[in-house]
């Protein structure tokens, strides 16, 4: 288990947007990743901003709840339980998550029982990943199950600094864009 403060920055890229990125930045080789996103039936991880995922990699897999710290939409903690990537895929099947685990606790805290959780929906990443001075920058493309795609770009940063990824959108004349979340862009895609 971890939990971990993350402060990140996003936008969405056109496709050239993407290619432009790409050719500029050092990014290491290309993996993908699986997301496959939770809530109950009465939305109530959506009423209190949380996200719910499992992440199933090539080899191995995760479970994490994201909980906003602030009103910001920039900073939030992740709680991340570790699995096996045959926990994952049965879980996955089953509409559930690991139990007893730390996400399952801190939902119980919230007063969220983890049984009345369901699969909502589910897409996958191809994340390439450059460390840079400012940060971790991350450019993903999302493939939704209904074969649509789009292109994010992330910078992960360990204090909050707008100025950093703000160059960078300039420096490649891209366009602010606000971005919903994964897991409202997946929910569309479904």
Known sequence: MSQTKEIEFKNLLTPAEANRVLAVYPFTHLFKQTNVYYDTKEKRLKKQ???LRIRLFATSAEQTLK?????????????TDTLTLAQAKGLWS???ILTPSQVATKLNALQINPKELLVIGHATTIRRQSQLTAGLLVLDQT???DTTSDYEL???VTQSNTSAFHDILVKQNIQKRPVQNK????LRHQ
Request: without cysteine.
């Open 49 to 51: 901003f949380l996200g």
């Open 94 to 96: 089953a509409e559930t």
């Open 183 to 186: 897991i409202i862009r997946a």
């Open 67 to 79: 909980v906003p710290l602030t009103k910001s939409q920039h900073s939030l903690t992740e709680i």
């Open 154 to 156: 992330e910078l992960e």
């Open 143 to 145: 493939i939704y199950p």
